[in-house]
């Protein structure tokens, strides 16, 4: 760097001191669980970054990390399904002694410290129901159809002018042009089998009953059946692409379980006011 000023020498020096000064800071991060005050606070090295009081912390539970293996995340309660607090290293496999030494001492420290004392809020029974339309005791998922419908005619279009046009990509083997001209055909057609598929809760009946293509194909699962709702966090290339809300239905007359997708979310603040309304339609709050 003998030809640069003593200025950019400097600031590439600061640049590339700053890159090690950092990785040092974020390995001495620390989590502080404060009895005391029933706070939990955050340092990045010996710098406080903010602060969670206890009552704000809905739970502390496992997930898998991307490439396999676990940790542990702190979720807070204005946002119990977002991305999380991470409270523990990744674990690569489930017998890892570091990782049964958290769960042996530092969970159970936890436990006692910030969900032994705090209060129990029973859940309220909705009357408002912000995600269904209810009709005669039936209760069917409100779904917004206009944008579904344009996405799916545009891509459809889409197949319509390339068949009109016998000179595009004339010059490329078949199958490029078979799959640049039919994908979004099926594209378009996959959004108008959501568009044309509808959920409904039967109080009456104490079924689930879903059907697809117009009403055509129509599977029915009784109340009883809905072991569980499942929270999937999705992401595409590593970046978040949204979250979502799943039905886990025993199947009796296959001895097996079934997962129905339910609704999707971007953002996940209000996953919790529909698994309320969901509760509430099968009778669980």
Same mark, same amino acid.
């Given at each position: 760097?003998? /030809?640069?000023?003593?200025?950019?020498?400097?600031?590439?020096?600061?640049? @590339?001191?700053?890159?090690?000064?950092?990785?040092?800071?974020?390995?001495?991060?620390?989590?502080?669980?404060?009895?005391?005050?029933?706070?939990?606070?955050?340092?990045?090295?010996?710098?406080?970054?903010?602060?969670?009081?206890?009552?704000?912390? &809905?739970?502390?539970?496992? =997930?898998?990390?991307?490439?396999?293996? !676990? /940790?542990?995340?702190?979720?807070?309660?204005? $946002? #119990?399904?977002?991305?999380?607090?991470?409270?523990?290293?990744? !674990? /690569?496999?489930?017998?890892?002694?570091?990782?049964?030494?958290?769960?042996?001492?530092?969970?159970?420290?936890? %436990?006692?410290?910030?969900?032994?004392?705090?209060?129990?809020?029973?859940?309220?029974?909705? !009357? %408002?129901?912000?995600?269904?339309?209810?009709?005669?005791?039936?209760?069917?998922?409100?779904?917004?159809?206009?944008?579904?419908?344009?996405?799916? @005619?545009?891509?459809?279009?889409?197949?319509?002018?390339?068949?009109?046009?016998?000179?595009?990509? &004339?010059?490329? $083997?078949?199958?490029?042009?078979? @799959?640049?001209? =039919?994908?979004? @055909?099926?594209?378009?057609?996959?959004?108008?089998?959501?568009?044309?598929?509808?959920?409904?809760? %039967?109080? $009456?009946?104490?079924?689930?009953?879903?059907?697809?293509?117009?009403? #055509?194909?129509?599977?029915?699962?009784?109340?009883?059946?809905?072991?569980?709702?499942?929270?999937? #966090?999705?992401?595409?290339?590593?970046? =978040?692409?949204?979250?979502?809300?799943?039905?886990?239905?025993?199947?009796?007359?296959?001895?097996?379980?079934?997962?129905?997708?339910?609704? /999707?979310?971007?953002?996940?603040?209000?996953? %919790?006011?529909?698994?309320?309304?969901?509760?509430?339609?099968?009778? #669980?709050?």
């Amino acid at each position: 760097m003998g /030809s640069y000023s003593l200025v950019t020498k400097l600031s590439y020096s600061g640049i @590339l001191l700053m890159i090690p000064l950092l990785i040092v800071l974020m390995a001495e991060s620390k989590l502080i669980f404060n009895g005391t005050d029933r706070k939990l606070y955050k340092k990045i090295g010996f710098l406080p970054v903010g602060s969670i009081p206890f009552d704000n912390i &809905a739970a502390v539970t496992p =997930y898998e990390v991307f490439g396999g293996g !676990y /940790s542990y995340s702190l979720f807070k309660k204005s $946002n #119990r399904h977002g991305k999380g607090l991470a409270v523990s290293s990744g !674990y /690569s496999k489930v017998t890892d002694p570091n990782l049964i030494q958290f769960q042996n001492e530092v969970l159970p420290k936890i %436990d006692e410290l910030v969900f032994a004392n705090a209060p129990v809020i029973p859940k309220q029974t909705i !009357y %408002d129901f912000e995600f269904f339309k209810e009709e005669g005791g039936v209760y069917q998922l409100k779904q917004q159809k206009i944008g579904g419908v344009i996405v799916g @005619l545009i891509m459809i279009g889409i197949t319509v002018a390339i068949l009109l046009n016998p000179s595009f990509m &004339a010059d490329e $083997n078949a199958f490029k042009r078979i @799959l640049v001209t =039919y994908f979004p @055909l099926i594209i378009g057609l996959a959004f108008f089998y959501m568009i044309f598929s509808s959920v409904k809760f %039967d109080k $009456n009946q104490q079924k689930l009953i879903h059907s697809t293509f117009g009403g #055509r194909r129509v599977k029915e699962y009784a109340f009883e059946d809905i072991i569980r709702f499942q929270i999937v #966090r999705k992401t595409t290339n590593l970046i =978040y692409s949204g979250t979502e809300v799943n039905a886990e239905i025993y199947l009796p007359s296959k001895d097996k379980m079934h997962v129905m997708s339910l609704k /999707s979310f971007i953002g996940t603040k209000k996953i %919790d006011r529909f698994l309320d309304e969901l509760n509430t339609i099968l009778g #669980r709050i």
